[in-house]
């Protein structure tokens, strides 16, 4: 499974950015997998920010962007989404995509349980 992030940049506090993550593989089917969004800000560990199960495609937001941030899939491309608004500089980090096909609900925030990554992609709000 490979997956490519697009779509970071800069922006001023209270702007908008759009992320995209497009899957593919030989042998991907992209409704078995449950598709999320990580971030890790300079200095600071990895930490979840959304992310959207299989089949049910049921989504699940940290605390810290629920109301600001959407997860969103599109079947037809193959690619899942995060739109972000009202954005903060405390959102800052490069953001990265990754899919798992077996991940259990209580792990879904758990990053060392996604089997697959894309490269990462930089946002940088300023205020």
């Known amino acids: 499974v490979q997956l490519q992030a697009s779509g970071g940049g800069s922006v001023q506090a209270g702007g908008s950015l759009s992320l995209s993550c497009a899957a593919s593989?030989?042998?991907?089917?992209?409704?078995?997998?449950?598709m999320a969004w990580f971030r890790q800000a300079p200095g600071k560990e990895r930490e979840f920010v959304s992310a959207i199960r299989r089949r049910s495609w049921s989504t699940y937001y940290a605390e810290s962007v629920k109301g600001r941030f959407t997860i969103s899939r599109d079947g037809a491309k193959n690619t899942v989404y995060l739109q972000m608004y009202s954005l903060k500089p405390e959102d800052t980090a490069v953001y990265y995509c990754?899919?798992?096909?077996?991940?259990?609900?209580?792990?879904?925030?758990?990053?060392?349980?996604?089997?697959?990554w894309g490269q990462g992609t930089l946002v940088t709000v300023s205020s």
């Open positions: 990754a899919a798992d096909y077996r991940i259990i609900l209580t792990s879904i925030k758990d990053g060392s349980q996604y089997d697959y």
């Open positions: 593989g030989r042998t991907f089917t992209f409704s078995d997998y449950t």
